[in-house]
């Protein structure tokens, strides 16, 4: 068994699927049913559930980034084992959505070369303000991130919730996850950076951007 279908018979068997075909190396129609619900890649609404396992892989991926970026200031100070906490967190966050992406066959957007760079500059560039700022840039993108979630589950609830019920329940506990990171950052002096306003400001429009981009590159 080569490496890709390896990850994809480890990635299917997490899921626990109900009815269980493995994945074609040659793109034949495959019916994958995501755990209990009726979720499967012939009855949902490809365009939708596309858009949000795209965009929320290529967030999770930007924090693993932003944290990995604070580590490297801040690794060895008495902050270091708080944000490692968080970033272990993410990493959870994103194995489910490399898991889910394998599943439903979505592609990663063509922007993670970039993410990759501007979320380890964003995560090092505010740990250079002091623990104040990486905890600021950690209460704006995690705030940007639960407002994200908050409208993907909107989005989900209008359609046919009983159908996306397990995808819902990722995204609630992962939204759950990202308020704690928001509170964890106030707990620890956020307000107290550097320009603490404008700095949220300017890093939560970014986040927009790279929501709008991700969703459709
Ligand atoms: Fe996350
Ligand atoms: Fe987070």
């Known amino acids: ?22 994945l074609s190396a040659y793109g034949r129609r495959i019916s994958v049913r995501f755990c209990s619900s009726g979720m499967t890649l ?3 609404n490809r ?14 991926y930007g924090a693993n980034r932003i944290y990995a ?3 490297a200031v801040l690794g060895r100070t008495s902050i270091g084992p708080v944000i490692q906490k968080m970033w272990d967190q993410e990493k959870d966050h994103l194995k489910k959505f490399n ?5 439903f066959r979505v592609r990663p957007t063509i922007l993670m070369p970039f993410w990759n760079v501007v979320g380890f500059a964003l995560g090092a560039g505010t740990a250079l303000l002091g623990k104040e700022g990486a905890m600021a840039c950690t209460v704006a993108v995690e705030e940007s991130i639960a407002h994200h979630y908050n ?11 009983e159908k996306y019920e397990e ?17 964890i950052g106030l707990e620890h002096d956020a307000e107290l950076a ?18 709008y981009l991700s969703e459709r590159l």
């Not at 365009?47 to 999770?60: P, W, Y």
């Open 1 to 22: 068994m080569n490496c890709s279908r390896a990850v994809a018979a480890c990635c299917l068997w997490r899921l626990r699927t109900g009815r269980l075909q493995p």
């Open 42 to 44: 012939d009855n949902i």
């Open 47 to 60: 365009e939708a559930v596309d858009r949000i396992i795209r965009v929320d892989h290529a967030g999770e």
């Open 69 to 71: 970026g604070q580590m």
């Open 99 to 103: 898991e889910l992406m394998v599943a």
């Open 151 to 161: 409208n993907q589950i909107r989005t989900l609830m209008e359609k046919e919730p």
């Open 167 to 183: 995808l819902l329940q990722v995204i609630r506990k992962f939204r759950d996850e990202e308020l704690e990171h928001h509170d």
């Open 194 to 211: 550097p320009a603490y306003t404008v700095l949220k400001s300017i890093i939560q429009a970014g986040c927009r951007v790279a929501i």
